[in-house]
């Protein structure tokens, strides 16, 4: 697409465990992200998520795949070229307090990144740092504050501030409001959607709550052990799941109307381990609608309507 800025293709993530075997946390997983969109990762914990954003953003190095950023393959990425791309591409991180250092004050945390990159001046840095933390909703008498001094809200708007200084195009957002309360992952969610407005940046979002994902997402990618599964703009994902496993995340999905009833789809056993993958499809083990097709071969995602892909040999059948 004309206005897609970063994508991976087949990107994969191998890690070794004992005696030498091969645990693939990300397998053969592609996905395009566009000017000023929100993309999210969904699924459940350890489904490879996190590694999937660490790798697309190679703060770990992917075993194989491809990583393309405005057309430039970012793999080849060396010295400045690589600099330049950190630049453009930020984190968030789940956990705000063991991201920031306790012996920093915060509005030297936020300017660290202006000297890393050796932008602006004494006085220029200042001025952009408390324009930046301003904008987060830090108060001017905060900034000579530690982290410990905030609450876990107020510290992921720092986290949020420190990645917005270097005006970057992405934002990788990795489970930025499971730790905080209900009213204040609404809080941080609309400032997120600010944000987007105000800096035109485009979001990679990872996250394991479908209603989260619901709000803020223009696109939805389900994962399920290192794959995914299903593929969809986020109204037509949550109106109508093709696949097996998003239709039982959907379906834990708390209702606010009390008068509405759905069926809840229970998921019986484990997650496989990633040690010992089932043959073929690997929701076959979970899936109500199993077939020996299942286990004999893995399913492509294909494109079944529009935007809309999938991965399952029932669909449609």
Same mark, same amino acid.
């Given at each position: 697409?004309?206005?897609?800025?970063?994508?991976?293709?087949?990107? =994969?993530?191998? &890690?070794?465990?004992?005696?030498?075997?091969? #645990?693939?946390?990300?397998?053969?997983?592609?996905?395009?992200?566009?000017?000023?969109?929100?993309?999210?990762?969904?699924?459940?914990?350890?489904?490879?998520?996190? =590694?999937?954003?660490?790798?697309?953003?190679?703060?770990?190095?992917?075993?194989?795949?491809?990583?393309?950023?405005?057309?430039?393959?970012?793999?080849? &990425?060396?010295?400045?070229?690589?600099?330049?791309?950190?630049?453009?591409?930020?984190?968030?991180?789940?956990? !705000?307090?063991?991201?920031?250092?306790?012996?920093?004050?915060?509005?030297?945390? %936020?300017?660290? !990144?202006?000297?890393?990159?050796?932008?602006?001046?004494?006085?220029?840095?200042?001025?952009?740092?408390?324009?930046?933390?301003?904008? %987060?909703?830090?108060?001017?008498?905060?900034?000579?504050?530690?982290?410990?001094?905030?609450?876990?809200?107020?510290?992921?708007?720092?986290?949020?501030?420190?990645?917005?200084?270097?005006?970057?195009?992405?934002?990788?957002?990795?489970? !930025?409001?499971?730790?905080?309360?209900?009213?204040?992952?609404?809080?941080?969610?609309?400032?997120?959607?600010?944000?987007?407005?105000?800096?035109? %940046?485009?979001?990679?979002?990872?996250?394991?709550?479908?209603?989260?994902?619901?709000?803020?997402?223009?696109?939805?990618?389900?994962?399920?052990?290192?794959? #995914?599964?299903?593929?969809?703009?986020?109204?037509?994902? &949550?109106?109508?799941?093709?696949?097996?496993?998003?239709?039982?995340?959907?379906?834990?999905? !708390?209702?606010?109307?009390?008068?509405?009833?759905?069926?809840?789809? =229970?998921?019986?056993?484990? #997650?496989?381990?990633?040690?010992?993958?089932?043959?073929?499809?690997?929701?076959? =083990?979970?899936?109500?609608?199993?077939?020996?097709?299942?286990?004999?071969?893995?399913?492509?995602?294909?494109?079944?309507?529009?935007?809309?892909?999938?991965?399952?040999?029932?669909?449609?059948?």
């Amino acid at each position: 697409m004309e206005d897609t800025i970063f994508s991976v293709k087949n990107l =994969t993530k191998e &890690f070794y465990s004992g005696r030498k075997k091969i #645990i693939k946390a990300v397998n053969n997983v592609s996905f395009e992200l566009r000017e000023k969109e929100t993309y999210s990762l969904v699924g459940e914990s350890g489904c490879g998520k996190s =590694t999937t954003g660490r790798a697309a953003l190679r703060l770990i190095e992917p075993t194989s795949g491809e990583i393309m950023y405005h057309g430039r393959d970012a793999m080849k &990425f060396k010295g400045k070229e690589m600099l330049d791309f950190r630049r453009r591409m930020q984190m968030v991180f789940q956990d !705000p307090y063991s991201s920031l250092n306790p012996r920093m004050t915060i509005d030297k945390i %936020v300017e660290e !990144p202006l000297i890393i990159h050796k932008l602006g001046n004494k006085a220029e840095r200042e001025a952009k740092v408390a324009e930046i933390l301003s904008k %987060v909703g830090i108060r001017r008498d905060q900034f000579k504050r530690y982290p410990h001094e905030f609450s876990g809200g107020q510290k992921q708007r720092i986290s949020m501030a420190r990645a917005l200084i270097l005006n970057p195009e992405i934002i990788v957002c990795d489970e !930025p409001v499971s730790a905080l309360d209900v009213s204040i992952q609404a809080q941080v969610l609309n400032l997120l959607k600010k944000l987007q407005d105000d800096y035109n %940046v485009s979001y990679l979002f990872i996250s394991h709550d479908m209603s989260v994902v619901k709000y803020i997402s223009d696109r939805i990618g389900v994962m399920y052990l290192g794959n #995914i599964v299903e593929e969809a703009d986020a109204e037509d994902l &949550f109106a109508n799941p093709l696949h097996p496993y998003t239709q039982a995340l959907l379906s834990a999905v !708390p209702e606010a109307d009390p008068d509405i009833r759905k069926e809840r789809i =229970t998921l019986h056993g484990e #997650i496989p381990s990633p040690l010992n993958v089932p043959s073929g499809c690997p929701f076959r =083990t979970r899936c109500r609608y199993a077939t020996e097709e299942c286990a004999m071969s893995k399913p492509e995602l294909r494109t079944v309507d529009g935007s809309h892909r999938v991965a399952c040999h029932n669909y449609n059948k």
